[in-house]
């Protein structure tokens, strides 16, 4: 038989019966669909949560209060919940450690923010002017706090979009306006710009002031909750975080096995967090492939009927001549035929569900070439694995029986 005769005998069994065919490929369009939209999802995730983490600021080394908890990266035993670090760890850090942009202070904690009969619960950060450069803070409106601000203990706000929404309505003017933080009024000065985020660390849902004014009025010591440093360059980051740990270990008097405080690399934030995401979109991939699986399945059990409907044809084409490879690439192609039909409509199908995830808001699901490709090919694996068995069924029928066959 030649190609062209191969291919027409292959549409002309496939659409002979559309809608067995049509059921036959519905598994296979379920699962690369499903495979494709779950890998999407999970870059687009990945994705979404590097820029979050990216959004804190550039080449950032943190290091807060408490000491840490197991080896390579380390994690405070609770922010604010250990008082170890002072403004002056902060500016030693700032004049003895080379390879740094910015140093910035902070101390931070969440209380009832009142303005006009509303009122929010948000975070209230003391800072100093540095704090923009470090964290990548831009202000929309009015200014961010100075250093003059600091050192008169101004009683003085910049708030985020989110928390100027809640408090005085959407798009609302602030500037000039009075906010209550424990008692005490606070004049709004700025306004951030939207940097997107959600969450107690939502950069938008946040209240800053004088670092000093914090200490005096709120944590009532001379105290910082941790200490944002931000690196000259990526590269230099991991050595900036070395320096910090030998500088504030040699400050306090403690051996590195009794720190505390701990260090917290950007770098790893993001590798550990890419780690994660990684292996929820392989999970989900691989549930999703379940599907191709009993898709699979489906396509035999068709291609096994089909042989049993089309006994006395294949006994006939063998009594006229046509050799059992003949038979076995004809039944074959029948199955890829029907694997790489279905793969195809999932590849649209599940390009559609990533297109719409995105355009509607709920998160940047991004197809990538390589989940395309990937689709493709077990499409065709699954044709040739569960098409072989039935094909082979086929070809070794004899000729005799088959054309007795009722």
Do not use: C
Not at 29 to 42: H, K, L, Y
Not at 175 to 192: H, S
Not at 208 to 228: E, K, L, N, R
């Amino acid at each position: 038989m030649t190609t062209k005769d191969i291919l027409e005998e292959t549409y002309n069994s496939l659409s002979s019966n559309k809608v067995r065919s049509g059921l036959t490929m519905l598994g296979i369009v379920i699962g690369i669909a499903s495979v494709i939209a779950m890998t999407a999802i999970g870059a687009g995730a990945q994705t979404s949560i590097q820029s979050s983490i990216q959004s804190i600021g550039s080449n950032l080394v943190i290091v807060t209060s408490g000491a840490q908890r197991g080896p390579g990266m380390q994690i405070s035993s609770g922010r604010g919940s250990a008082k170890t670090l002072t403004k002056a760890d902060a500016d030693a850090v700032a004049t003895s450690v080379t390879n740094i942009s910015a140093v910035a202070p902070e101390v931070s904690g969440r209380y009832q923010v009142t303005a006009k009969g509303t009122n929010t619960n948000t975070t209230v950060d003391g800072v100093t002017s540095t704090y923009p450069t470090v964290r990548n803070t831009e202000v929309d409106e009015g200014s961010f706090i100075s250093d003059q601000n600091v050192s008169s203990v101004a009683k003085v706000a910049v708030i985020g979009p989110t928390t100027r929404d809640d408090l005085f309505g959407v798009g609302s003017e602030a500037l000039g306006q009075t906010i209550r933080i424990k008692q005490i009024n606070f004049k709004i000065i700025g306004v951030t710009k939207a940097k997107g985020g959600s969450g107690f660390s939502n950069p938008d849902d946040m209240v800053y002031i004088p670092i000093s004014t914090a200490q005096q009025y709120f944590s009532g010591d001379q105290y910082v909750t941790s200490i944002s440093v931000s690196a000259i360059d990526s590269a230099s980051t991991a050595q900036v975080q070395q320096d910090i740990t030998a500088l504030l270990l040699d400050r306090h008097h403690l051996m590195s096995s009794s720190a505390d405080f701990s260090t917290l690399n950007q770098a790893d934030i993001i590798a550990t967090a890419s780690s994660v995401t990684s292996t929820f979109t392989m999970l989900l991939a691989a549930v999703a492939g379940i599907s191709l699986v009993v898709g699979g399945i489906g396509i035999m059990n068709m291609m096994l009927t089909t042989v049993t409907e089309r006994t006395r044809e294949i006994g006939l084409r063998k009594a006229i001549g046509a050799k059992k490879k003949d038979i076995s690439r004809q039944f074959l192609i029948e199955a890829i035929a029907l694997t790489f039909i279905g793969g195809f409509i999932g590849i649209v199908l599940g390009w559609l569900v990533s297109f719409s995830v995105t355009k509607l808001g709920i998160l940047q699901a991004t197809v990538s070439l390589n989940s395309i490709l990937l689709s493709f090919g077990v499409s065709t694996i699954i044709g040739i694995v569960f098409g072989y068995y039935p094909a082979r069924r086929a070809a070794s029928l004899n000729p005799i029986d088959a054309l007795r066959f009722e």
